[in-house]
């Protein structure tokens, strides 16, 4: 199994400009995540799916969307990006809270590091 | 909101001293996670602690969980090179489904 794996694994950006990361697991998870991790901030949740077809928001979703139309992927997208976006996103998956208690870790990917100019 | 502090932001140890993180909510938490990274890495699961006052074991790492269900510990014994990383608890607390909130880590630093 390769897990969880992300691409793409770096980019550049100018501001203004969109961009999708692909985040995809083989797990068969049901939940997965989607973390922002700046130095000195830990990680922060920008949104999150318990389900195929369903997403929500996290401690920061703006200027972020996010969009899980199969089990496995979970995609996200910045419409224009901005400075203040420069940063190394993780996705991570999880088996859901009803099916095993002791199954909630959660698991991620390698990180996509972004730079916005 | 639910907060989760961690503390201290850093440490730096000798080879073979011991080291401790800790780790405070401002709720009760309905279990803690704690996870390790490596320098340029990713977070990786240790363990999850759920009952009032539990204590696990993993060979030199012992981990923690308040009665109170508020605070957790991770404390590693005799440090080695190889525990070099970023220490991260994350709560969950029951009304949040399947979300963690995560701690900003203890950054360890391990001099031979």
């Known amino acids: 199994n390769a897990g969880v794996t992300q691409t793409p694994k770096f980019r550049v950006l100018k501001t203004g400009q969109s961009m999708t990361l692909l985040c995809a697991q083989d797990m068969n998870h049901e939940y997965m995540y989607w973390y922002r991790q700046d130095p000195g901030m830990g990680l922060r949740l920008i949104h999150y799916?318990?389900?195929?077809?369903?997403?929500a928001k996290g401690e920061v979703p703006d200027g972020y969307n996010v969009s899980r139309l199969k089990k496995q992927n979970f995609l996200l997208g910045l419409e224009s990006a901005a400075p203040s976006q420069t940063s190394v996103y993780f996705c991570?998956?999880?088996?859901?809270?009803?099916?095993?208690?002791?199954?909630?870790?959660?698991?991620f990917g390698p990180g996509t590091r972004l730079l916005v100019l | 909101g639910q907060q989760v502090m961690q503390i201290p932001q850093y440490q730096h140890v000798q080879e073979g001293e011991d080291f401790t993180t800790y780790c405070n909510s401002s709720?009760?938490?309905?279990?803690i996670q704690w996870y390790k990274q490596r320098p340029g890495g990713h977070p990786v699961f240790l363990i999850q602690l759920v009952k009032s006052g539990e204590v696990k074991k993993q060979k030199r790492l012992t981990f923690q969980f308040g009665e109170a269900k508020k605070n957790s510990s991770l404390h590693i014994t005799a440090t080695q090179t190889t525990d070099v990383g970023t220490y991260f608890c994350a709560g969950r607390n029951g009304g949040s489904q399947g979300n963690l909130i995560f701690g900003k880590g203890t950054k360890l630093s391990v001099k031979p």
């Open positions: 799916s318990v389900g195929e077809g369903t997403t």
């Open positions: 991570a998956s999880s088996y859901s809270s009803n099916f095993r208690r002791e199954s909630l870790s959660q698991y």
């Open positions: 709720t009760t938490l309905s279990n």
